[in-house]
């Protein structure tokens, strides 16, 4: 096995200036083929704070100091330049980072990661295990909680950037043909456009909120509540540019939205909630709270019992691990507890459509074999339903 040690990937250099930029961006229009990742800092502000962009093809890595750029528009169109492939490992905050920084939203990429749960190596592997996994060379993490808004940036820590790139072109080349010979190459790519769709979805406030631990426990209208409260904060943290846990925390919208009687008073009693945040926005949350429960509930506060189908969950949860060992593939990546329960869901309003995700790769895989469980030990299909 490989060791890195201190040793930097041959050929990278660092970009920092708007001709130099424009320079490189041209060379990588012709590559067809660039790997790309980004450090950021995020401690502070809701928008992550882009510090480096580094970008690799097969001439060697070259590393952008945003900091010192000021003309991003050469690399806005490498970015939206659909005969491009971007490789990106667990892509999401890496897009976020770079739609922040050039304001374009990145198209044709190809996630090393979801590749890799798909070739069978396992759900969300980190960069640097598939490194040691398929190309038998370990990195070094000294630089992982480094300042990298902090100037200037130490040889150390450009090399250990560099690092994070250097080895995405080949690890692509080996997952692709092992995507191939399993034939899930499709099933990659359609899976990869659900998700970006997905995440579309998802970050509206309307149902981002849905995904805070607990909220399955709400009546309808402490729904209503938690998704006002949720909308507000989104609001906020937006305007402010500061992290939503500075505004109040999910499990403090929790007891907000939970609580029977909520008046100036019992403000006192919610564990969580600051002096300083009941004095600056206390007469705003009774507001949206009384607001949200005179208010028309939305389809996504409906709530459905899933207490009578534990059994049924159960099952399911089976039928997932089974499909899984069968398939060589994570369970995590067929179905976890959420889109069992979205799955259930849709049985019992009787949708003629099930939730997109359970539809194309995923039905042959999976979804026929769940409908096929919802059936009871008689034989018939449970009397819930």
Request: glycine content about 6%.
């Amino acid at each position: 096995m490989t060791t890195t040690g201190s040793r930097s990937p041959d050929n990278w250099a660092l970009v920092t200036s708007d001709v130099e930029l424009a320079a490189t961006c041209e060379r990588w229009l012709a590559a067809g083929i660039i790997a790309v990742d980004t450090e950021f800092v995020r401690e502070r502000t809701y928008y992550p704070c882009p510090a480096l962009i580094q970008v690799a093809d097969n001439h060697g890595v070259v590393l952008i100091d945003p900091v010192e750029i000021s003309d991003f528009s050469p690399l806005k169109g490498v970015l939206l330049n659909p005969s491009i492939v971007k490789l990106i490992h667990a892509c999401d905050e890496d897009l976020e980072v770079l739609e922040v920084l050039t304001g374009v939203t990145v198209c044709n990429v190809f996630d090393t990661q979801l590749a890799s749960a798909f070739a069978g190596y396992g759900f969300s592997v980190g960069y640097r295990n598939l490194v040691e996994v398929l190309l038998e060379v370990a990195l070094d993490k000294d630089e992982t909680r480094s300042d990298w808004l902090k100037r200037p940036l130490s040889s150390s820590q450009l090399r250990y950037a560099a690092l994070d790139v250097a080895y995405l072109l080949p690890i692509h080349e080996r997952l692709s043909r092992e995507l191939a010979v399993l034939g899930r190459l499709a099933w990659f790519k359609e899976e990869f456009e659900h998700r970006r769709r997905a995440r579309a979805v998802d970050k509206l406030p309307e149902v981002a909120y849905l995904r805070i631990r607990g909220v399955g426990a709400l009546r309808s209208t402490q729904r209503m509540v938690l998704r006002a409260l949720y909308q507000w904060r989104e609001t906020e943290a937006m305007v402010r540019d500061i992290p939503r846990r500075h505004l109040l925390r999910d499990e403090v919208l929790l007891r907000l939205a939970s609580d029977p009687i909520i008046d100036p008073p019992s403000l006192d009693g919610i564990e969580g909630l600051s002096e300083r945040t009941k004095t600056r926005y206390g007469q705003a949350l009774l507001a949206y709270i009384e607001s949200a429960r005179t208010g028309t509930s939305p389809g996504t506060d409906a709530v459905v019992n899933l207490k009578p189908y534990v059994g049924l969950m159960k099952r399911w949860k089976e039928i997932v691990r089974t499909e899984a060992d069968a398939h060589n593939l994570p369970p995590e990546l067929l179905a976890n507890r959420r889109t069992l329960e979205e799955l259930l869901v849709s049985v019992l309003k009787q949708k003629d459509d099930i939730p997109t995700r359970f539809q194309g790769w995923r039905y042959e895989v999976i979804t026929d074999a769940l409908l096929n469980g919802i059936q009871d030990s008689n034989g018939c299909v449970a009397s819930h339903l």
